[in-house]
């Protein structure tokens, strides 16, 4: 396999475990690039599939979309992330990872806790939220710390 060579959307899916709908997606959001043959279709550098594993890792450490861009933007010329920059870049993402570490610790320990999702099916709902008064603080389990609760960024 020569990495000069060019990839198709399937390839890319493949390979990376992005929907294809997904790469369509984050081309059009400027987050990879793509070339297109004599016949219009795209062909993207083998390269973008370390871009690819990057945006995935990043957004399992909970960066939003527009973050990603942000950290990809700081590229030069937008090219893939080298090991330094990889490094620059997860420095960023310490903070990140202990606030997840912390949430997912609460969410554990507090498994059989009512988290305020609206659902009043457990004894407890009745003294935590009676009548769902957690519905007043937000949409979602409101009892659960908001890292857990962001919508999950679009694969
Ligand atoms: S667990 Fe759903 S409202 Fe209490």
Redesign the pocket.
């Known amino acids: 396999m020569d990495k000069h060579e060019l990839m198709t959307v399937g390839a890319v899916a493949e390979r990376s475990g992005f929907a294809a709908s997904a790469l369509r997606f984050y081309e059009a959001e400027g987050l990879i690039r793509a070339e297109r043959n004599s016949g219009g279709q795209r062909r993207f550098e083998r390269s973008v599939l370390r871009r690819l594993a990057f945006i995935r890792a990043a957004s399992n450490v909970g960066l939003t979309l527009d973050e990603i861009r942000r950290e990809l933007d700081q590229l030069p010329d937008s090219r893939t992330p080298t090991k330094a920059d990889w490094q620059r870049i997860t420095k960023h993402w310490r903070g990140r990872l202990d606030e997840q570490i912390l949430a997912l610790e609460k969410l554990r320990d507090g498994l059989e806790s009512?988290?305020?999702?609206?659902?009043?099916?457990?004894q407890?709902?009745a003294i935590?939220?009676p009548q769902?008064v957690?519905a007043d603080d937000d949409t979602g389990a409101a009892y659960l710390p908001r890292v857990l609760r962001k919508p999950p960024v679009r694969r």
Request: hydrophobic share 25%.
């Open positions: 009512c988290i305020g999702c609206g659902c009043l099916s457990l407890r709902c935590s939220n769902d957690a």
